[in-house]
């Protein structure tokens, strides 16, 4: 089998048992791999009685056929499972190298089901695959693990992909941490492994992934190097990585500022945590991930101030939005907050949006010291902040709720709070004001796994308007490519949904193959000469609308319509107070659109639900009876 | 004989492993960094990767052990290169060299790099330039300017 490793792992935890089986072509050529194949096993073995907490539950992690080839930026990993934070559709993607280890260990896929009756972890080495003791690794933090799994196991080239103590501790919004510095950080799929007994998965390979046609398949890729590095948007993103978002974010007034009260951060303060600061005082050089010419990761060193001595990779975006959130603007607790939940295991994003719920909660009074333990959570406060994440860290105290994430915290403090928690399908938004950016308004609202940009990712402002003429000729690429402009986004969206599920199924990295970096149509040929299958884009995006379209099935089985295809009530009804898009709320322009993405996708726009007409003609006859029978297909 | 020698700036190594990859690639046609003639060893508490590769030695260890003489100097490039038809893959040259400068294969082959008849692939790949190809001389002049920049920057800022 050329590009996909050929064998998939099925991992038995009630019985302890690993079965190897072979990669089922007819559901590679459909569903490609990664999220994609995860989407589709997902559906077809967790039905909707099963609860994310059940031994039922299934975890895959998955390659796809270009993880770990010379296709540039191919090493992330995709992992999907029943949410333990939403209880619906999750997945969960990450860079490093873990997946390239893993095919080159032989195996496309993992699926982890049953619960152990001991602490365990997988340990792959090639064709010997066995389950180990893990009692000793239980509480230690995940930089310490790695290392100590390395030793243990005998060799340094080992990568690993492990769960945090504090999801073994208890909170929901565990993530899994690769090679210490990356994670699958979304919907808690390390919680989901921890409750399962899984502590993580140690992998070592030395065989090769075969191409179909190498001289042709290398043409491709040295085609796609090239454009990615020659593309408008490299230079700065090579450098500043996602960190360089927050200027344009302070620019145009997309800050979270104080859980999204405001949307600017004041601007003598914004300067501590600007990308200038950054790059003259902490960042030292840069880091990539697997087979990556952008390296947009950066190594840090603090040399002064409270958090003197320590280092790490990769301050992402999202680290400095959680400070803005809680009000906080020091760039040494950015880095610091960033490794902790590397090492503990923890979504930052969920972490970030529990607390800022909790801290204006406070604020408002209501909550008192009482119930945070002493802590006083008032905006700015770093000390605060680093007691309540150790609360959570440790799920002790005040963290036994905030552990379980924005919806709930909400839920138990109440009195309204639930008004200010910043939370789509129950899961926290990813820390960006979008009342003055419809289109990503919409894509949080549609996303399947629930606050989320990334499902969508519509990278369209100030894009290639070429490209965008040759990709979407009927609509004027200037009016598409508009920050305001609502006609046409609807379908956009849609579009970059399916577009993104195939490149999350390839095992590329979503955010190097925008469109504009690369041209979408150079893609089917390097998949078509790598594995041997006849591929044009068309049939590549209809692979990434089949998933989108089983995602969303999944969900429609759980019973979630139209009504959660929604924002939170501050974007939908509270107006910007400041900034440059002062006044603006997404309440009058995200019905409209719904109703755009819903004709777009040909799902009904009443209740959300897919229809026959559309599942069918994506072969999903099976999906669309078993909906019926639930009442939860669209009536025709 | 070539005068030109690869080197890394270990400052500029991302840790991608892209050489690793394409140097596989352009030898066997897979995808496999373990059939690669060179090895990335990343140090990530640090975040320093490290390229390890044959240094071409004047006076090369794996030379002078090797029992059929099986390695000899191209002259065009001056690499040490390995005569698969003569090595008995009796694997003392990997043990004899001090640098990782060859490898055993997965059936039991012995590679070692060649300097692709002088255009290497692993820095044709290497984005940041941290592996280049220089002439001997330049090989460790090069990181002058960047070290004398970090003495010279507190004169530098006051301009």
Known sequence: MAGYAGKMLKVNLDREEIVKEVTPTDLTEKYLGGAGLGAYLLYHHVPPEVKADSPENCVIVAAGPLSGTIMPCSGRLSVTVLSPVTGIFADSNSGGDFTPELKFAGYDLLMITGKAKRPVYLWIDGEKVELRDAKHLMGKDTWEVDELLRKELGDWRIKTALVGPAAQKGILYGCLVINKYRTCGKTGVGSALAQKNMLGIAVRGRKGISIHDPSSFEKQCDKILASMKSSAGYPSYSVLGTYGVSDVYQETGRMPWKNHQEAIVPQELFKNIGSDNFVKNFKVRDVACFNCPVHCSHWFEIKEGRYAGEKGEKPELVASMVAVLAGITDLGMICHYQNECNRYGIDMMECGNTLALAFEAYDRGLITLKETDGIPLEWGNIDSFEKVFEKIANFEGFGKVLGLGVKRTAEWIGKGAERFAIEVKGYGMSLVEIRNAPHWGLAFATASRGGDHLKALPFVVGNDLEMFRDLFGDQPPEELTSLLEINGKGKMVAWFENYNAAIDSLGLCKLAYKVGWIHPMDLAPALSSATGISYDFKKLLECGERICNVEKAFNARLGLTRKDDTVPVRFLEEPIAAGPRKGEHLGSVLPRMLDDYYEARGWDKETGLPTRAKLESLGLKEIADELESMGRLAKS | ?159
């Not at chain 2, 990530?44 to 390695?71: H, M, N, W, Y």
């Not at chain 2, 698969?84 to 490898?103: H, I, S, Y």
């Not at chain 2, 012995?110 to 044709?124: Q, S």
């Open chain 2, 1 to 159: 004989m070539g005068s030109k020698v690869l080197a890394v700036d270990m400052n500029l190594c991302t840790g991608c492993r892209s050489c690793e990859l394409r140097c596989a690639f352009k030898h066997h046609q897979e995808c496999n960094p373990s059939h690669s003639r060179l090895r990335v060893v990343k140090f990530d508490r640090s975040g320093i990767a490290v390229p390890l590769f044959c240094l071409q030695c004047e006076e090369a260890f794996c030379q002078e052990i090797c029992p059929t003489k099986a390695i000899q100097r191209d002259t065009k490039t001056g690499a040490l290169t390995l005569n698969e038809n003569k090595c008995v893959r009796c694997r003392a040259c990997t043990m004899a060299c001090p640098f990782l400068g060859l490898q055993i294969l997965s059936d039991r082959k012995v590679v070692k790099c060649d300097l692709c008849e002088g255009e290497p692939y692993c820095v044709k790949y290497c984005e940041t330039g941290a592996l280049k190809f220089i002439e001997a001389e330049d090989a460790g002049i090069q990181r002058a300017y960047p070290l004398a920049e970090k003495f010279a920057r507190p004169y530098l800022k006051r301009e």
